[in-house]
């Protein structure tokens, strides 16, 4: 079945009906983008003669870029940023539905983030992303802080933590191929 509509569809149905997704997803936007270029959204527009539908948009400097034109390095952006919105919202419901309180102990897993991006985006991508959940958290009043896992190959990204490491409860685990077997090596983190 069906689960999202995706990133385009759900991205202007949260635009036209004006719903806190849409306030969600600008302000997490905000914190994602890439250094000295904020990624502000567009009016909703047609991309193709005869499609039948509105796609959503970008606001790049002067210029109005469909989502689907934008660069690899944007469009995975917003996609981690639109799931982003997608799950937490999603989870406040069925935590509704179901007569429950929301769940504050979180998990969430990233899998090389940095795919696309500029080297000085991947350098801040983790920290605004951290950044974009505390926003969500602040906006949804939820406690608890989520714990994420990244898997990255970018020594960028992992020098991205430096200000914010704490050995007490962060670590970096190495997996290496070692005779055909996966080796796991904790701990080692350095400036």
Not at 1 to 21: F, S
Not at 167 to 186: F, K, N, T, Y
Request: aromatic residues 6%; proline residues 8%; glycine residues 6%.
């Amino acid at each position: 079945k069906r689960v999202c509509e995706g990133l385009e569809r759900d991205w202007v149905n949260w635009q036209e009906a004006r719903k806190p997704q849409f306030a969600a997803l600008e302000a997490v936007l905000k914190e994602v983008s890439p250094p000295g270029e904020t990624l502000r959204v567009g009016p909703p527009q047609r991309l193709f003669l005869g499609e039948g539908r509105d796609r959503p948009s970008l606001l790049i400097g002067t210029q109005t870029v469909p989502v689907a034109l934008a660069s690899a390095g944007i469009r995975r952006i917003l996609a981690l940023s639109y799931f982003l919105v997608w799950a937490w919202n999603e989870h406040r419901l069925a935590a509704k539905l179901l007569g429950k309180k929301p769940e504050n102990r979180l998990v969430l897993l990233f899998d090389e983030p940095e795919t696309h991006l500029h080297p000085r985006w991947q350098r801040t991508v983790i920290p605004s992303l951290l950044r974009a959940i505390d926003v969500l958290r602040e906006t949804q009043a939820q406690a608890g802080t989520p714990q994420m896992m990244v898997a990255t190959h970018s020594p960028l990204v992992a020098a991205s933590l430096e200000p914010s490491f704490d050995p007490e409860q962060d670590d970096l685990v190495h997996l290496s191929l070692r005779d055909g077997r996966v080796a796991i090596e904790q701990g080692g983190w350095a400036k």
